[in-house]
């Protein structure tokens, strides 16, 4: 029985093993497919129809997603949890009205600044066609990281610390 169990156990971890490395590749190839282009965005409306003037001095996390992306409701606490730290817009695809927006915030206990991209035009200006794509800009708004999918907080976390530094 004891071996039984060490050979599954074993079987599983190669399985996950694979899939970290297949979910890796496939994220690391779609990145290639987006927009490289320096972040020449100085303000944003956010939702409410508040202005926000960028930074210019620190990395910019710029994350896209979808209220119905079930990976990036997955994802949405992570992205909390850095916005907390560091600079992070959001920018929402067609995710209803800004009041049904804020009302899927509020409920997930979430406050990160989103822009609503109700029509898709940020999302085409930076090639984005899956949910959800992070892009990490440095301090002189140049690429620095993407990521498509899935990213934990630790990831994102130390992709921030490492472009604060540059």
Excluded at 2 to 21: C, G, Q
Excluded at 148 to 166: D, P
């Amino acid at each position: 029985m004891k071996n039984k169990i060490k050979k599954y156990l074993k079987e599983f971890v190669l399985f996950i093993i694979v899939m970290t490395i297949f979910a890796n590749a496939l994220s690391l190839y779609r990145s290639l497919e987006l927009n490289k282009e320096p972040f020449s965005i100085s303000s944003i409306t956010t939702l409410g129809d508040k202005k926000y003037t960028l930074p210019i001095d620190r990395p910019i996390l710029v994350h896209f997603w979808a209220t119905w992306c079930p990976t990036c409701k997955a994802e949405a606490e992570n992205i909390q949890t850095i916005s907390e730290k560091f600079e992070v817009i959001t920018i929402a695809l067609k995710s209803g009205s800004d009041k049904e927006i804020q009302e899927y915030l509020k409920n997930r206990n979430l406050n990160f600044k989103v822009v609503n991209d109700k029509d898709g035009y940020l999302t085409n200006k930076f090639d984005i066609s899956v949910f959800p794509t992070t892009i990490i800009y440095d301090k002189n708004r140049e690429v620095i990281f993407s990521e498509v999918g899935y990213t934990s907080t630790w990831g994102l976390w130390l992709r921030m610390w490492y472009a604060s530094l540059l």
